[in-house]
């Protein structure tokens, strides 16, 4: 079995756009170069390696796909191809699925097609936008968020932190609601669900008092929506108790949840701010309020850098700036924690857990479900990649699926939460594992040492073949040469008792 960890690292593609109509493909007869690249950039090579034809067409090629590439020389198609053909396809062991029948799952009861949908937002606003996404393979759509107000956005209102790659990590937006009136949206679930009776529509709303929770509940029922999603959460609003500022005063969590449930049969899901220190007390009351599920996490506040010259912050409008909701990869692992408080609180037991924040891979999307998600939403990464980002996480895990061996996705669901503690308290401390390196993939540039020296326990040096040699008496273990060698050449090795301390013998 091919471990998680992907066999060719982004950085090896590092200069690739991934284009729209690729002129890579364009200049090959026999390949799909592009969505090669892409399979390998969402770290699902296994199945890009067992898509290939028999023979490989790359051995006899002069490369014209690199050649027309939109940067011309920089991309190494052809060697990257033929690291899929001798490296990874050799080492696959699991053909991949004939269906996608152990993507199959619910939410709440309502049968979906695979776990994957649109979060709420701008991906997810009319009737093109998610026709084309259902039609590229996506479940469902949680409709950009509904509600009475009139909405004028402000102009710009994103920004980015982009990582080493050029990707964006980290997103910021100070966008509001949907922009349509309500019955121009209850005109588009009637399309839609007319259109594409079997995806799921999830109709986030955002009412100004229980009355109007309770209507807007109503007539997304009457319309088509097949759930309802509770906007508690959004931290963009103009206007006080709205928003996040509902999310954080569990009183009324509860008091437009059950507003909203009173009014409508349909699930009924709360999407709760992760502007808090902890979920669970507006879950909780979202349960009281006879919430069928909770949606988490939404953005986080955040402000993404200043201007040095003008000394205003990102996104500018004529000079001025608002705090705004942050999402992206980086955020994931403030998700992850969130919806693992959620999946571990015995107070919210069987209550259905629609996770987001963050996903870009099918490996990202398989954390949420391993910590108690049981359908996850996506925004950002569909901002950035567009809607075809979802052949990749449903081929990546529906492969992973048939490996281990798993008859349905719903299998996976809490499979990583038994282990996860919310302290580090109960952690075992006697052992040392210490580091071990593979000289094969070593290429002598000696970062490990250097962060070892400066950010460690100075237990390594280079030797004269510029190879990390280790000192057992100094490691400790921590493991920060493992994270900062850009060929994952350093691995966990070996395991030593730790000695008890002079004092504490007996």
């Known amino acids: 079995m091919i471990p998680l960890s992907p066999m060719i690292p982004r950085s090896d593609l590092i200069r690739c756009t991934l284009c729209k109509d690729a002129p890579c493909d364009q200049a090959c007869s026999r390949l799909n170069p592009s969505g090669l690249l892409q399979s390998i950039w969402f770290r699902n090579e296994q199945v890009a390696a067992q898509r290939l034809p028999e023979q490989n067409p790359c051995i006899t090629c002069r490369a014209p796909c690199e050649r027309h590439c939109v940067r011309p020389g920089e991309v190494p198609i052809r060697d990257l191809i033929n690291r899929l053909y001798f490296q990874v396809k050799p080492a696959c062991e699991t053909p991949i699925p004939e269906n996608e029948d152990l993507l199959k799952c619910d939410l709440c009861g309502i049968p979906l097609e695979n776990p994957f949908l649109l979060s709420s937002s701008v991906v997810a606003s009319t009737y093109d936008m998610c026709a084309r996404a259902f039609e590229a393979g996506w479940a469902g759509a949680c409709f950009k968020t509904i509600c009475s107000m009139d909405i004028h956005e402000a102009s710009p209102r994103f920004s980015a932190i982009s990582?080493?790659?050029?990707?964006?990590?980290?997103?910021?937006?100070?966008?509001?609601?949907?922009?349509?009136?309500?019955?121009?949206?209850?005109?588009?679930?009637?399309?839609?669900?007319?259109?594409?009776?079997?995806?799921?529509?999830?109709?986030?709303?955002?009412?100004?008092?229980?009355?109007?929770?309770?209507?807007?509940?109503?007539?997304?029922?009457?319309?088509?929506?097949?759930?309802?999603?509770?906007?508690?959460?959004?931290?963009?609003?103009?206007?006080?108790?709205?928003?996040?500022?509902?999310?954080?005063?569990?009183?009324?969590?509860?008091?437009?949840?059950?507003?909203?449930?009173?009014?409508?049969?349909?699930?009924v899901l709360a999407k709760l701010t992760p502007n808090v220190a902890a979920m669970s007390p507006a879950a909780e009351a979202a349960l009281r309020g006879g919430a069928d599920g909770i949606a988490a996490i939404n953005t986080i506040k955040s402000v993404t850098g200043v201007n040095p010259h003008t000394f205003v912050s990102a996104p500018s409008v004529h000079g001025q700036s608002a705090v705004g909701g942050y999402s992206g990869n980086a955020v994931r692992p403030i998700a992850l924690r969130f919806v693992a408080e959620l999946a571990q609180n015995p107070a919210l037991k069987g209550m259905h857990i629609s996770a987001m924040g963050g996903v870009e891979t099918w490996q990202d999307a398989l954390d949420f479900i391993l910590l108690g998600g049981s359908s996850v939403q996506v925004t950002t990464s569909v901002m950035q990649y567009g809607y075809r980002v979802i052949d990749d996480l449903k081929a990546g895990l529906n492969l992973y699926l048939a490996e281990k061996g798993f008859s349905s996705v719903k299998q996976l669901v809490g499979l990583g939460l038994d282990s996860l503690s919310g302290t580090t308290e109960p952690l075992e401390r006697d052992t040392v594992v210490f580091p071990s390196v593979l000289p094969e993939r070593c290429i002598g540039c000696g970062r490990c040492v250097i962060s070892c020296e400066d950010g460690g326990h100075q237990a390594l040096r280079l030797d004269e073949n510029r190879r990390p040699v280790l000192n057992g008496k100094k490691c400790v273990g921590c493991h920060l040469c493992l994270l900062v060698c850009p060929q994952g050449a350093v691995v966990p090795g070996r395991k030593r008792i730790r000695k008890p301390p002079e004092h504490s013998r007996a």
């Open 163 to 267: 990582g080493s790659d050029g990707g964006i990590i980290g997103f910021k937006n100070i966008e509001q609601l949907s922009d349509h009136s309500v019955s121009e949206n209850m005109e588009i679930f009637r399309r839609l669900k007319k259109k594409y009776p079997a995806k799921f529509i999830l109709a986030s709303i955002m009412g100004q008092n229980e009355a109007e929770w309770g209507e807007l509940a109503r007539r997304c029922q009457e319309n088509g929506a097949d759930a309802v999603e509770l906007n508690f959460s959004c931290p963009n609003m103009a206007d006080g108790g709205l928003g996040s500022d509902i999310g954080q005063v569990p009183e009324l969590v509860e008091r437009f949840t059950a507003s909203a449930k009173k009014a409508c049969t349909i699930p």
